[in-house]
């Protein structure tokens, strides 16, 4: 079991930054894949970006690349959202997510444990 715990959000100008950490309980936290969604009012949860087990995998939505940064440590225990350059489109809470397994997903029906989130609003 990992108890995702997301940090970091706030309030940011387009064209700012803003780091985003999820901090993870649990000895067994390499074992999961974890991923960040975000899911703005009226809209669904969608993908942002995920890590493989070790951090050496990584995928993002088309809606980001280039953008945002996603990685992790293990010893640590936690992931970190790097997003550069933000866009109003992206105000939404953000949601620090795991899965337990060795692929990467997409799907937030592939993920078992989730965070709380963060509100990320971007002001233009």
């Known amino acids: 079991q990992v108890q995702p715990v997301e940090s970091g959000g706030g309030l940011v100008q387009a064209g700012g930054s803003l780091r985003l950490s999820c901090a993870a309980s649990?000895?067994?936290?390499?074992?999961?894949?974890m991923g960040w969604f975000r899911q703005a009012p009226g809209k669904e949860r969608e993908f942002v970006a995920a890590t493989s087990r070790s951090g050496v995998t990584t995928d993002y939505a088309d809606s980001v690349k280039g953008r945002f940064t996603i990685s992790r440590d293990n010893a640590k225990m936690t992931v970190n959202l790097q997003m550069n350059n933000l866009k109003t489109e992206d105000t939404a809470v953000y949601l620090c997510?795991?899965?337990?397994?060795?692929?990467?997903?997409?799907?937030?029906?592939?993920?078992?444990?989730w965070g709380q989130g963060t509100q990320v609003t971007v002001s233009s």
């Open positions: 649990g000895r067994t936290f390499s074992s999961y894949v």
């Open positions: 997510a795991g899965r337990l397994g060795s692929v990467i997903k997409t799907a937030r029906s592939e993920y078992d444990y």
